[in-house]
């Protein structure tokens, strides 16, 4: 696995799932099984983008499930192939929607896979909308577990601050 700066890579080709990732918990691994299970089908590179901080730890404090090295160490178990960290900060969050979406030509993404509430550039400004008028979005549903509740980085925090540690591991793992 190569890991690369923001606005580092270029490829061909490629299948991209973009998001914090924290924890890289179970709905995260099926997300990003199916973009490198994708990834292999076409014969492409399989990319994750992600930010270092996340977004809610830089905006809110919230305290990461992982670090960005486990973070890493666990994309690479899922066999994903380029990893871009954005480094999120305040020069980051500057950056307009339009220089995201030349950053993610940069890629050729055959398939940008997203979140529902994905949101990206200054102030927030841009969308699934205006990701979708330049490349092919697939947005993830959520995962839900068993009981069918939804599987988040944020319910994992709150199990983890109730002291139910044994459930949230069981989100994470």
Not at 17 to 28: E, L, P, S, T, Y
Not at 58 to 83: C, M, T
């Amino acid at each position: 696995m190569r890991i690369h700066a923001a606005n580092t890579l270029v490829l061909s080709a490629s299948v991209v799932a973009i998001g914090a990732f924290d924890g890289v918990h179970r709905g995260h691994q099926k997300v990003i099984g199916e973009m490198v299970k994708k990834s292999k089908a076409l014969g492409v590179p399989s990319v994750v983008y992600t930010f270092d901080p996340t977004p809610r730890s830089y905006f809110e404090g919230a305290s990461p499930l992982s670090s960005i090295e486990e973070k890493l160490r666990r994309l690479f178990d899922l066999g994903v192939e380029h990893v871009v960290v954005a480094n999120f900060d305040i020069t980051y969050l500057t950056r307009s929607a339009a220089d995201f979406i030349r950053e993610l030509t940069n890629l050729s993404p055959t398939e940008v896979m997203v979140g529902k509430d994905f949101r990206f550039g200054r102030g927030r400004e841009g969308g699934l909308e205006d990701l979708a008028e330049y490349f092919s979005v697939r947005v993830i549903d959520a995962v839900r577990c068993s009981r069918g509740e939804v599987i988040s980085s944020s319910r994992i925090r709150r199990l983890i601050s109730e002291g139910k540690m044994v459930e949230a591991l069981s989100l994470l793992n």
